[in-house]
């Protein structure tokens, strides 16, 4: 559908979907969750494709991407809809911390809008009803952004797709529901929690690391702009140089590193992460593997199931505390298992 055609067909069936939901400012019936008092309204936030003001506290809240879902559960905001996951999730594509969450907060899940990796349902969307959008750690086009705030005030990433720091998107979705203060309160309380964890191992302090990913041959590095590597400096850790002198600009994020430059990757510990127990088998069994001195010395922290993945890599408001007992438990297993 032409862009000009589907803005016209959104505009209407905005309007429609408005006329069904009535005009009363009161807090709608089951996932409608109020966001805050009014009296911060409105909000205006920045982002890559300009400006979004959001004119009263929102209501109806719709969420993309990834973490905006879980900041707003963190805040007691319940969305009325949010983006369908795939990597980690249940089959109704609800990952577990989101599920437990909306469980404690005695809720039902909301609408799950279909996500096909090429654009967001506009018309799942427009169902909803939402009042804002949010999607600041997402992967939205500049027209995919046009056409879903024909829909509602839509808020973006602020920079690049998919870099959003974990900590700025809570950050985020805190403005735009009015709720700055709680959002920094939940910052604070996983801070803390990272600060407890470090306090608790100190045999991580100064250690340094590298995050890596082998698939199908190819191997992956993550930089230290990686949301999966960002939040580790917390836990005492120190980023290995290697990581940033072999970095080649294949992304802002990560790089691919040939099997012939394995054994320039230095560090102290490496964190690698597998789908499967089996595929974190036959990563230590390889050969080319062996080259990273690290794994030579038995110093490998193995992040192993898409579930633990999706809660590190990168960490929510919700998602991190659900993982971090068992990242910190390999990590210090690594770092005191020098062969």
Request: aromatic share 8%.
């Given at each position: 559908m032409h862009a000009r055609r589907t803005i016209a067909v959104l505009a209407a069936a905005t309007a429609a979907a408005l006329s069904l939901a009535g005009c009363s400012t009161a807090a709608p019936d089951g996932n409608g969750s109020t966001a805050a008092a009014d009296g911060g309204f409105p909000v205006t936030i920045e982002h890559a494709f300009g400006e979004t003001e959001i004119p009263a506290a929102p209501e109806r809240v719709a969420t993309w991407g990834w973490g905006s879902t879980e900041a707003a559960l963190a805040l007691g905001v319940v969305p009325v809809a949010i983006g369908q996951q795939a990597y980690?999730?249940?089959e109704d594509g609800v990952l577990p911390w989101v599920a437990e969450e909306l469980d404690e907060l005695g809720e039902e899940t909301p609408v799950i809008l279909t996500d096909d990796g090429e654009a967001p349902p506009y018309e799942e969307i427009?169902?909803?009803a939402p009042d804002v959008i949010l999607a600041p750690y997402s992967g939205i086009t500049e027209e995919q952004y046009e056409l879903l705030s024909e829909i509602a005030p839509t808020v973006a990433y602020p920079d690049?797709?998919?870099?959003t720091p974990w900590r700025e998107t809570v950050t985020i979705v805190g403005t735009?529901?009015?709720?700055a203060d709680e959002a920094q309160g939940v910052l604070d309380d996983l801070d803390a929690?990272?600060?407890a964890q470090a306090e608790a191992h100190p045999e991580l302090e100064g250690q340094t690391v590298a995050a890596v990913w082998d698939v199908a041959g190819t191997f992956y590095v993550y930089t230290p702009e990686d949301s999966r590597v960002e939040f580790l400096s917390a836990l005492g850790?120190?980023?290995?140089?290697?990581v940033a002198e072999l970095a080649n600009g294949d992304s802002p994020f990560y790089y691919t590193l040939s099997y012939e430059q394995l054994?320039?990757?230095d560090s102290d510990l490496i964190i690698s992460y597998h789908d499967t127990q089996e595929e974190a088998d036959a990563f230590l069994a390889s050969a080319p593997i062996q080259a990273i001195p690290a794994v030579a010395r038995g110093q490998v922290a193995q992040v192993v199931g898409t579930e633990l993945i999706a809660a590190v890599s990168p960490p929510t408001a919700l998602s991190l505390t659900y993982g971090l007992d068992e990242l910190v438990a390999s990590l210090s297993a690594a770092a005191q298992s020098a062969d």
């Amino acid at each position: 559908m032409h862009a000009r055609r589907t803005i016209a067909v959104l505009a209407a069936a905005t309007a429609a979907a408005l006329s069904l939901a009535g005009c009363s400012t009161a807090a709608p019936d089951g996932n409608g969750s109020t966001a805050a008092a009014d009296g911060g309204f409105p909000v205006t936030i920045e982002h890559a494709f300009g400006e979004t003001e959001i004119p009263a506290a929102p209501e109806r809240v719709a969420t993309w991407g990834w973490g905006s879902t879980e900041a707003a559960l963190a805040l007691g905001v319940v969305p009325v809809a949010i983006g369908q996951q795939a990597y980690g999730a249940n089959e109704d594509g609800v990952l577990p911390w989101v599920a437990e969450e909306l469980d404690e907060l005695g809720e039902e899940t909301p609408v799950i809008l279909t996500d096909d990796g090429e654009a967001p349902p506009y018309e799942e969307i427009v169902e909803a009803a939402p009042d804002v959008i949010l999607a600041p750690y997402s992967g939205i086009t500049e027209e995919q952004y046009e056409l879903l705030s024909e829909i509602a005030p839509t808020v973006a990433y602020p920079d690049e797709p998919w870099t959003t720091p974990w900590r700025e998107t809570v950050t985020i979705v805190g403005t735009a529901l009015g709720k700055a203060d709680e959002a920094q309160g939940v910052l604070d309380d996983l801070d803390a929690e990272l600060a407890a964890q470090a306090e608790a191992h100190p045999e991580l302090e100064g250690q340094t690391v590298a995050a890596v990913w082998d698939v199908a041959g190819t191997f992956y590095v993550y930089t230290p702009e990686d949301s999966r590597v960002e939040f580790l400096s917390a836990l005492g850790l120190e980023d290995a140089p290697a990581v940033a002198e072999l970095a080649n600009g294949d992304s802002p994020f990560y790089y691919t590193l040939s099997y012939e430059q394995l054994d320039q990757l230095d560090s102290d510990l490496i964190i690698s992460y597998h789908d499967t127990q089996e595929e974190a088998d036959a990563f230590l069994a390889s050969a080319p593997i062996q080259a990273i001195p690290a794994v030579a010395r038995g110093q490998v922290a193995q992040v192993v199931g898409t579930e633990l993945i999706a809660a590190v890599s990168p960490p929510t408001a919700l998602s991190l505390t659900y993982g971090l007992d068992e990242l910190v438990a390999s990590l210090s297993a690594a770092a005191q298992s020098a062969d």
